[in-house]
């Protein structure tokens, strides 16, 4: 879900994310809800399918400088856009890897597993995909692939830095190892817990390490699994399938377990 920016004196207008995908909206609080029906009956609804995780509807990001202004991420969908309020919608997907189909480069079909943008700088967005992490600097009709020196270009969680809306976060994950029926278990590559951020949007990345497991780290960590808080220096939060906890009281400089 997510709260659209407005005064505190205002009732409260919430959004909410379901499967399968569709957006919905409320006005007061929670009280009632009605559906975004722009989204849900868009001409390219009967064509979406959904991910290993299902045909979701994960991530809300709002403009807090332009109310009518928003965009979802669904998986296996793409990135929509509206800029009327939820009237309408428009595929957001220009440059973005699909290499599990047999066009890489679909008007949608992607399958994002975190959308985000700053508050600071609503332009730019960023997504961890299922093939990459991307950036787009003008509001989602283009992106483009900062995957770079990454040791992988899969990975569930993505985090945007408190304070610096240049800086972001992703943990790298291996491919998927053969025997299960969710398509495979995934831990993070190389088997060594490391955080990777980047403090010029994605131009370069850089591991860290410190506190954190580099051994024999069989972990894995779901889209909803990164956190940040609103603190100066910025808390880093990361919760695994497996019950652990790391945190980062210092912009990810150094690690500490808080619970497993």
Request: proline fraction near 8%.
């Amino acid at each position: 879900w997510h709260l659209e920016p407005g005064e505190p004196s205002q009732p409260e207008i919430l959004y909410a994310g379901v499967e399968p995908a569709a957006l919905f909206k409320t006005e007061d609080g929670g009280s009632t809800w009605y559906e975004v029906s722009g989204l849900s009956s868009h001409p390219s609804r009967g064509q979406w399918q959904p991910g290993l995780g299902g045909l979701c509807l994960h991530s809300i990001v709002l403009d807090p400088a332009s109310p009518g202004r928003a965009w979802v991420g669904t998986s296996a969908v793409g990135v929509f856009g509206t800029h009327d309020g939820g009237l309408s919608w428009q595929a957001m997907n220009q440059g973005v890897r699909a290499d599990f189909l047999p066009d890489p480069f679909p008007e949608f079909g992607q399958c994002p597993h975190k959308v985000l943008a700053h508050p600071a700088t609503p332009e730019v967005l960023y997504q961890q995909n299922h093939c990459g992490v991307f950036r787009s600097d003008d509001g989602g009709h283009q992106w483009a692939d900062i995957t770079g020196d990454l040791p992988s270009r899969f990975g569930f969680a993505l985090g945007l830095h408190a304070k610096d809306p240049d800086t972001l976060y992703v943990l790298p994950e291996d491919a998927a190892s053969v025997g299960n029926a969710g398509g495979g278990l995934r831990y993070v590559t190389d088997a060594k817990f490391r955080v990777f951020r980047s403090r010029n949007r994605g131009n370069d990345w850089e591991p860290l390490t410190a506190g954190l497991p580099q051994e024999n780290a069989y972990l894995h960590v779901l889209r909803e699994g990164m956190a940040t808080d609103h603190l100066d220096p910025c808390g880093i939060y990361l919760g695994t399938t497996t019950g652990q906890l790391f945190y980062s009281r210092d912009d990810g400089d150094h690690w500490g377990l808080l619970w497993e």
